[in-house]
């Protein structure tokens, strides 16, 4: 054979050297029928034809050359004849060609002409209903532009139309998150799910068919789309996701194992604390509330982030200016890492609540406390007893005048005090505030010496003092 192929050759060669093409032709078809993988004859051949101006003959010869030089990897040959003879040309290449063409260009880092490529194989296949193998089209154009939703969407569905569920899945996943990553919220969660339908046991298809839930506000399906997966999970994405979701639909108390847990083996989870803090707050749970609390507290401080946690703590305390157990634990936050403003403010708060509340003696106390401190200046402090005036119709000035009386009656041991050479805490303020009653009257209110044992004080327009009884 090899002996009839060397004598074909010959035979072309003098042939051509007679400018008999149409014998060099006939001799070079003889080549390929003993080897009709010959590279030399099947390249002479396109090039015959091409001299003939028969193009259409060309492009055959070309193309199975092209064929022929892919396989042994001379990829940089093989692009040249494809390039110059077969991509402009007027016959339509076979898909599998086409494809071929379009690798080449992907590995030569061209991915735009390689998309271009892969969509006129993938369509040709289509046409020819072969689907698996538009889909391996499909997939390159994926790869190669992975934030193109479109092109995603068209992997989806030709993979779930052929059974391939895996990929498809995949798929949809990655068409659902460029979706919600431009505000396609609704595209989203459609894409998402069709993910989770395909591979309901993935939970990665799960997770984000959750997210997705809720954003739409789905609370309860979030959770039960992540119940399944609960028992085995530990990752930090996950149980910070099943935790919202747990929070959103009211149970409040699976959620808290979940944060407790992340926050005691991961160290995360606190932001979703703060939260669940919030929650408690809000469906009267203020004991609750400040449980959490005291557990971040801990927590924090031990990690020397005491600021980050007055930052978010404020955040939740302004959200409820009516809890008095939440202002309780504010304030007292505020006094350990000496915030004098702050602790102010969260006073002048609980005063408020306090007096709404009718409980004087505790206002009082808060009242005390604003009066000894450094940020009640006397301006602030006055301002603060005109809020108290005008807090409750009917009862504000009885109110005002018996947080005050307490005060006094504190003063006039603050005077003994004195005597034996002590000089009590805020004792100007103090004076400034009974000072400033109207006309210099002192009211005690007896249900306060009753409870507390302090001593009445009265005083006239002209300040004589009564004996205490």
Not at 101 to 109: I, R, S, V
Not at 181 to 187: I, N, P
Not at 351 to 366: H, I, M, P, Q, W
Request: charged residues 25%; neutral net charge.
């Amino acid at each position: 054979m090899a002996a009839d192929v060397s004598k074909h050759l010959d035979r072309a060669k003098r042939f051509l050297e007679k400018n008999r093409v149409a014998g060099a032709i006939e001799a070079y078809l003889a080549v390929l029928d003993e080897a009709p993988q010959h590279q030399e004859a099947t390249q002479a051949l396109g090039d015959l034809y091409a001299r003939m101006d028969q193009p259409d003959r060309a492009a055959v010869y070309y193309g199975l050359l092209f064929d022929l030089l892919v396989e042994p990897k001379d990829e940089t040959k093989a692009l040249a004849i494809y390039n110059r003879f077969l991509r402009a040309g007027r016959g339509q290449q076979p898909p599998e060609r086409i494809a071929r063409y379009a690798f080449l260009q992907q590995k030569q880092n061209h991915p735009d002409e390689a998309i271009e490529q892969y969509t006129k194989a993938a369509e040709l296949f289509s046409a020819a209903s072969r689907e698996e193998d538009a889909l391996f089209c499909w997939e390159r154009i994926a790869q190669l532009d992975p934030e193109n939703f479109s092109r995603q969407v068209r992997l989806a569905e030709a993979a779930e139309g052929i059974g391939k569920n895996a990929l498809a899945a995949r798929a949809f996943l990655r068409a659902g998150q460029l979706a919600s990553a431009s505000g396609a919220a609704a595209d989203a969660l459609h894409l998402l799910g069709r993910a989770y339908k395909l591979a309901p046991q993935e939970r990665s298809a799960g997770l984000l068919y959750a997210q997705a839930n809720l954003q739409a506000g789905n609370a309860v399906r979030a959770a039960a789309l992540l119940e399944p997966f609960a028992t085995s999970e530990s990752d930090a994405a996950f149980l910070a996701t099943f935790s919202d979701a747990l929070m959103r639909s009211g149970n409040l108390e699976r959620a808290r194992e979940l944060l407790d847990r992340l926050l005691r083996e991961k160290n995360e989870g606190m932001t979703q604390l703060f939260e669940l803090a919030d929650r408690y707050v809000a469906a009267g749970q203020d004991q609750k509330a400040v449980e959490v609390l005291m557990a971040l507290k801990r927590r924090m401080f031990a990690d020397k982030r005491q600021n980050d946690f007055a930052a978010l703590l404020d955040s939740v305390g302004t959200k409820h200016p009516h809890s008095q157990t939440i202002l309780e634990f504010w304030a007292s936050i505020h006094n350990e890492l000496n915030r004098e403003s702050q602790y102010f403010e969260v006073l002048i708060r609980l005063f408020d609540v306090y007096l709404t509340s009718g409980n004087v003696k505790r206002a009082a106390e808060s009242l005390e406390r604003l009066v000894a401190s450094r940020a009640g200046s006397h301006g602030s402090f006055s301002r603060h007893r005109r809020r108290a005036a005008v807090a409750g119709a009917g009862r504000s000035d009885r109110a005002d005048r018996d947080i005050f009386a307490v005060l006094a009656a504190e003063q006039g041991a603050g005077a003994s005090a004195k005597n034996r050479g002590d000089v009590p805490r805020g004792r100007r303020a103090e004076r400034e505030a009974v000072q400033s009653l109207p006309n210099g009257e002192l009211v005690a209110s007896r249900s306060a010496q009753a409870e507390d044992g302090t001593c009445c004080v009265a005083a006239s327009a002209s300040r004589t003092g009564g004996a205490c009884r």
